[in-house]
């Protein structure tokens, strides 16, 4: 049983920048896609950015292309978040998740297509 553990997050002020990094334990990442997502005060979960088992970034909404970065690193089965000239509107709850099937693609926006989620890592941003 994959566990993901999320950390990074925390208080910054807008314009600022945090990493998030997302261990996996119990399970390797290599193989897998992995995708950040996050979820803001009474709306529902959103897809931010997912990156296939091969490397390849598959982006959300506009707004946090550019300033949202997704990488991994197998050999330390971690994934990524790097977030530049945060906003207001960036503050939520951040999930990580891995797909389940090996050498999955497609459709990284779809939360049911992932079987592995962690807690969150709470990112908030002050104006």
């Known amino acids: 049983q994959v566990h993901l553990v999320e950390s990074g997050g925390g208080l910054v002020q807008a314009g600022g920048s945090l990493r998030l990094s997302c261990v996996a334990s119990?399970?390797?990442?290599?193989?897998?896609?992995m995708g950040w997502f996050r979820q803001a005060p009474g709306k529902d979960r959103e897809f931010v950015q997912a990156i296939s088992w091969r490397g390849e970034v598959a982006y959300a909404a506009d707004s946090m292309k550019g300033r949202f970065t997704v990488s991994r690193d197998n050999a330390k089965n971690t994934v990524y978040l790097q977030m530049n000239s945060l906003k207001p509107e960036d503050t939520a709850i951040y999930y990580c998740a891995q797909r389940g099937r090996i050498y999955s693609s497609g459709s990284y926006y779809a939360e049911d297509t992932y079987d592995y989620w962690g807690q969150g890592t709470q990112v908030t941003v002050s104006s």
């Open positions: 119990g399970g390797t990442i290599s193989g897998y896609a």
